[in-house]
């Protein structure tokens, strides 16, 4: 077994091992906070690692497929698509903000909630303005 494959499989038990952990934060008297947050980062990471490590064997099962989707994975025309769908869920996630900045000022939510919303988007905008301009003098 390959160390990636390994890595893989320790990320996915030591998810699963803080995800057990979180059930003990809750009989004790611990804020249910924490374990919360530990149950969401352990899932994650268990899920996330059982995903990569079931990849990663059935690459090593079959070749061919390793070296076809490395293949893919450098090739011009999929970094394109690539790029175009990451720039398309941004303007999706912008705009899941703005509506969402909408439904909670409808609601009378404190001013608390909204401002980070309308601080996202602007930060998504100045980045977005400066990622032009960047590659505009870089090409």
């Given amino acids: 077994m390959r160390w990636k494959t390994s890595w ?15 059930l ?3 009989q004790k008297p611990v804020s ?3 374990g919360g947050i530990c149950m969401g980062v352990g899932a994650g990471m268990c899920s996330a690692g059982f995903a990569g490590w079931l990849m990663r064997r059935y690459e090593e099962s079959d070749p061919a497929l390793k070296k076809q989707n490395e293949i893919e994975s450098r090739d011009e ?8 769908a990451k720039a398309a869920a ?4 912008q705009w899941s903000l703005v509506a969402l900045f909408w439904v909670y000022t409808g609601l009378g939510a404190p001013l608390w909630v909204t ?4 601080g996202l988007f602007l930060l998504k905008a100045l980045l977005e303005a400066g990622m032009q301009v960047y590659y505009q003098r870089r090409m």
């Fill in 8 to 22: 893989y499989l320790i990320l996915s038990l030591s998810g699963l091992v803080l995800a057990l952990t979180s």
């Fill in 24 to 26: 003990l934060f809750l």
């Fill in 32 to 34: 249910p906070l924490s």
């Fill in 77 to 84: 025309r999929n970094a394109a698509i690539r790029r175009s």
């Fill in 90 to 93: 941004g303007t999706v996630l």
């Fill in 115 to 118: 401002l980070p919303l309308i």
